[in-house]
């Protein structure tokens, strides 16, 4: 069973930084596709980054040049570098992971979250 654990979450000011680091339990290589969510309270769970296996990165319009989603393979892990934090950055941060097979729908995995709190 796979296993996505978040860390680095905290409380930061206002253009402060943070970064979050997703641990798998498996070769991150056997994923297709890794991302970051977010869930602010009263909101719907959104995209905030992803990569694919290839390398691509794609990132959501609120966080483009503030974020930045990277992987290491070796460490199996991937990692969501924040900076100039605002106060509607807070939300709890996911993990997801993703493998792929043709014809079929894929496995989907996620971690626990971690709360990141943009406060002064």
């Known amino acids: 069973q796979v296993q996505l654990v978040e860390t680095g979450g905290g409380l930061v000011q206002p253009g402060g930084s943070l970064r979050l680091s997703c641990a798998a339990s498996g070769s991150i290589l056997s994923f297709n596709y890794m991302g970051w969510y977010r869930q602010a309270p009263g909101k719907q769970r959104e995209l905030v980054a992803d990569?694919?296996?290839?390398?691509?990165?794609n990132y959501a319009d609120s966080v483009k040049g503030r974020f930045t989603i990277s992987r290491d393979n070796a460490k199996n892990t991937v990692y969501l570098q924040m900076s100039s934090l605002k106060p509607e950055d807070t939300a709890v941060y996911y993990c997801n992971a993703e493998k792929w097979f043709r014809g079929l729908p894929p496995y989907v995995y996620w971690g626990q979250g971690t709360q990141v709190t943009v406060s002064s």
């Open positions: 990569i694919i296996s290839g390398g691509t990165t």
